[in-house]
């Protein structure tokens, strides 16, 4: 079975630019969650998608959004990078109350 | 609202020695709860996970945790440590809302 996979594996922006980060679900897993890994920060919750849905985003600006696609893959976008929008930013799809978790994808914004 | 405190950021044991990660989370209400490992630039891998059966979780690699309500602790331990254990250790829990609440992590040094 096919794990969580996501991409791109590395990205290096500057300020200002957007962003796009992808996540594809292990397969028969509705909800995927996105958690931001900073350097001196830890790991924060940032959104929750369900069926299509945003059920839960944690303490983020409005510049962090995303969407759920109809095949449960999910988009993360990031407008107006910042520097410290520097991390690793990780996917999770959910079952019964377990969240596995991809390799991230590693943004660096100069 | 739910919190996960992770006691002592680094831990170094030496191999074969007795490895205890602490953890203790905060909530009204008993959570699901989960221990994380992560090697250098990689994802979050499940060690093991409490939701309400045994007290007592036999995870992979050799480790376990204990479930203590009384003291809201969920320890993580192993008993003889392996060069390959370096790595950091999360704890986390989630509620109702699903998310999960991550502790800071324990970064584990082992030494010959």
């Known amino acids: 079975e096919a794990g969580v996979t996501q991409s791109p594996t590395h990205l290096i922006k500057t300020r200002g630019q957007q962003v796009t980060l992808r996540c594809s679900p292990i397969?028969?897993?509705?909800?995927v969650y996105w958690y931001q890994q900073a350097l001196g920060l830890g790991l924060q919750f940032l959104l929750w998608y369900d069926e299509g849905e945003e059920r839960n985003r944690g303490n983020f600006p409005p510049r962090f959004s995303g969407r759920q696609f109809p095949n449960y893959s999910s988009e993360l976008n990031v407008n107006a990078l910042e520097l410290e929008d520097s991390a690793l930013y990780l996917c999770a799809s959910s079952f019964s109350n377990e969240q596995f978790f991809g390799p991230g994808t590693r943004l660096t914004v100069l | 609202a739910q919190s996960v405190t992770q006691l002592g950021s680094h831990v170094s044991v030496s191999e074969g020695a007795l490895v205890l990660l602490r953890c203790n989370y905060s909530s009204s209400v008993p959570p699901y709860l989960f221990w994380y490992v992560q090697y250098p630039n990689q994802g979050l891998q499940l060690l093991l996970k409490?939701?309400?059966?045994?007290?007592l979780v036999k995870g992979i690699n050799g480790f376990e945790a204990e479930f203590k309500k009384s003291e809201t602790s969920f320890h993580l331990t192993k008993p003889s440590a392996h060069m390959s254990d370096a790595a950091e250790y999360f704890c986390a829990a989630t509620g109702t809302a699903s998310k999960l609440t991550f502790g800071t992590g324990t970064r584990l040094q082992v030494t010959l």
């Open positions: 397969s028969g897993h509705t909800s």
């Open positions: 409490y939701t309400s059966a045994a007290t």
